[in-house]
């Protein structure tokens, strides 16, 4: 349609991207037989198969394990160019995307072949894309704070090629205030703050991240629409919501993709924005989630520039690129 048309050429930040989400299965038996590793499944089918969840955990587990193929600086490397080559198809002209370090220094994989391996990704894509990125360190919510104080430290010589930190993985039974400390440390260091709040997680836990974690975006957001002051505070203080329509109906946080909240995060002045989360897991890349609100009717070609422009006036960049793409 002429609507799916105009949506898909809009330019567009991408703010909310697990790039070990973006590795899609064939790439993950590709680098599974580079590097001789064998994995649980017999085929691209079969593993695509395993990918249907009833609640984010489901999820984690399968994500978790599919990480493991990822060992040298060039699978790091190769990940990163194949989600911006995807993002380059979609007009993503800007991308902000999450690593999990402690996924790979868990299993033996130095930080600096993580690091090393995504910025020289980011940097081709600059190169030969034209999609500038920036790199956000996230720690897993269900490890301890201590192990995120050690990431943070072993993270001490990327820190000028680091954007922000954040705060993803397993949300209920680990609330922001588990963190508080080290997202403090993260702020006295210079790093942007971001978190997965209020996904699974209740209101409470957007009030932590905002008042504990001093967040400057947050990630998700869906359910402080539980919480009328919640959600005025959030929208007076222009805070920005990444929001993941696929996502959420993959993990069951809303019913039906025609029930998703993000007409009403509009109606209600929050700056949201559409992201994808996890393409590879969740079925579709940053267009295929814009064009999945379409059927409902609710938005149409005003909101949706409302939504590409948001995605930009949340991100990172200075005011001068901001300016240059709105
Ligand atoms: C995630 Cl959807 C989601 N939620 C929390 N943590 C994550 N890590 C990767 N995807
Ligand atoms: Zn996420």
Same mark, same amino acid.
């Given at each position: 349609t002429d609507l799916a048309h105009f949506v898909s050429g809009l330019p567009k930040a991408e703010l909310h991207l697990h790039i070990e989400g973006s590795l899609e299965p064939e790439q993950m038996f590709e680098l599974a037989r580079r590097n001789r590793i064998a994995i649980p499944f017999a085929s691209v089918e079969e593993l695509r198969g395993a990918y249907s969840f009833s609640r984010l955990q489901d999820f984690l587990d399968i994500y978790y394990q599919g990480a493991d193929v990822l060992r040298t600086e060039e699978d790091f490397r190769d990940l990163a160019l194949a989600y911006f080559r995807r993002a380059a198809a979609d007009s993503v002209v800007h991308a902000e995307i999450f690593f999990d370090p402690q996924t790979h220094t868990d299993r033996g994989i130095p930080f600096q072949v993580v690091a090393d391996g995504l910025l020289a990704g980011m940097q081709e894509a600059e190169?030969?894309?034209?999609?500038?990125?920036?790199?956000?360190?996230?720690?897993?919510?269900?490890?301890?704070?201590?192990?995120?104080?050690?990431?943070?430290?072993?993270?001490?010589?990327?820190?000028?090629?680091?954007?922000?930190?954040?705060?993803?993985?397993?949300?209920?039974?680990?609330?922001?205030?588990?963190? #508080?400390?080290?997202? +403090? !440390? /993260?702020?006295?260091?210079? $790093?942007? %703050?971001?978190?997965?709040?209020?996904?699974?997680? *209740?209101?409470?836990?957007?009030?932590?991240?905002?008042?504990?974690?001093?967040?400057?975006?947050?990630?998700?957001?869906? #359910?402080?629409?539980? +919480? !009328? /002051?919640?959600?005025?505070? $959030?929208? %007076?203080?222009?805070?920005?919501?990444?929001?993941? *329509?696929?996502?959420?109906?993959?993990?069951?946080?809303?019913?039906?993709?025609?029930?998703?909240?993000?007409?009403?995060?509009?109606?209600?002045?929050? !700056? /949201?924005?559409?992201?994808?989360?996890?393409?590879?897991?969740?079925?579709?890349?940053?267009?295929?989630?814009?064009?999945?609100?379409?059927?409902?009717?609710?938005?149409?070609?005003?909101?949706?520039?409302?939504?590409a422009r948001n995605s930009f006036l949340g991100s990172f960049l200075d005011d001068v690129a901001v300016t240059r793409h709105i």
């Open positions: 190169r030969d894309l034209d999609v500038t990125s920036r790199l956000i360190l996230c720690f897993l919510r269900h490890l301890d704070e201590d192990a995120a104080f050690e990431t943070l430290a072993a993270a001490e010589p990327w820190l000028d090629r680091i954007a922000a930190v954040g705060l993803d993985s397993s949300e209920v039974g680990h609330p922001p205030s588990k963190f #508080r400390r080290v997202f +403090d !440390r /993260a702020g006295e260091m210079g $790093l942007l %703050r971001v978190a997965h709040a209020g996904e699974e997680g *209740p209101p409470a836990y957007v009030h932590e991240a905002l008042d504990l974690l001093h967040i400057d975006r947050l990630d998700h957001g869906n #359910r402080a629409l539980e +919480d !009328r /002051a919640l959600t005025t505070r $959030l929208a %007076r203080s222009g805070m920005t919501l990444t929001v993941c *329509p696929l996502s959420n109906l993959k993990l069951c946080v809303v019913e039906d993709i025609d029930a998703h909240p993000i007409e009403r995060m509009l109606r209600l002045g929050l !700056r /949201a924005t559409v992201n994808s989360d996890d393409p590879a897991y969740f079925g579709g890349y940053v267009n295929d989630n814009y064009r999945a609100l379409i059927p409902a009717g609710r938005l149409d070609a005003h909101d949706f520039a409302t939504l």
